[in-house]
Antibody
């Protein structure tokens, strides 16, 4: 069974940093391209980032470019999102996604003073 | 960036009725259009990919059509569990984008 479990969310002040993790199981993680998608409270879905299976290619939404970095450790079946210079508008539930058919349960990031 | 517009914003229907949801792209996305269903407190669920292909386990009452800039998701006969928010997504160009969603609620 495919499982994606995000962690690392929490309350952080504007300008702060946070690192999200996504633990993957039930499939060959090292062969899968992965994405991060977020959803602000009561709002729609926003794609955040893509990382290829071997980490050679990454893409970011303009809203996070230069502040967020996706990475992965295929030996640990883990995906990461390093978020720096956080803003109020980054407050959202962050999902890791495989193949668009498999989504984690999400982790809530709240940016507030 | 490709902008997706969904209409209507809200669709109020009764169980058993047919639902027709629209998604329009600001430029051609070929057939690289997906549909998702989301219920409160849950992650989105992939319904359709490449405009007209049902994802694994999706009932046949869901169908998708369209190409280029105009797409439709049809639910032939609404079941109680189908009342939810539906999003379209284009995977033709980076950045990937989602539409704002259509809420299907009970009339």
């Amino acid at each position: 069974e495919v499982q994606l479990v995000e962690s690392g969310g929490g309350l952080v002040q504007p300008g702060g940093s946070l690192r999200l993790s996504c633990a993957a199981s039930g499939f060959i993680f090292g062969s899968s391209n992965m994405n991060w998608v977020r959803q602000a409270p009561g709002k729609g879905l926003e794609w955040v980032s893509y990382i290829s299976s071997g980490s050679s290619t990454t893409y970011y939404a303009d809203s996070v470019k230069g502040r967020f970095t996706s990475s992965r450790d295929n030996a640990k079946n883990s995906l990461y999102l390093q978020m720096n210079s956080l803003r109020d508008e980054d407050t959202a539930v962050y999902y890791c996604v495989r193949d668009w058919a498999y989504w984690g349960q999400g982790t809530l990031v709240t940016v507030s003073s | 960036e490709i902008v997706l517009t969904q209409s209507p914003a809200t669709l109020s229907l009764s169980p058993g009725e047919r639902a027709t949801l629209s998604c329009r792209a600001s430029q051609s996305v070929s057939s690289y259009l997906a549909w998702y269903q989301q219920k409160p407190g849950q992650a989105p669920r992939l319904l359709m990919y490449d405009a007209s292909n049902r994802a694994t386990g999706i009932p046949a009452r869901f169908s998708g059509s369209g190409f280029g800039t105009d797409f439709t998701l049809t639910i032939s006969s609404l079941e109680p569990e189908d009342f939810a928010v539906y999003y379209c997504q284009q995977r033709s160009n980076w950045p990937l984008t989602f539409g704002p969603g259509t809420k299907v609620d009970i009339k």
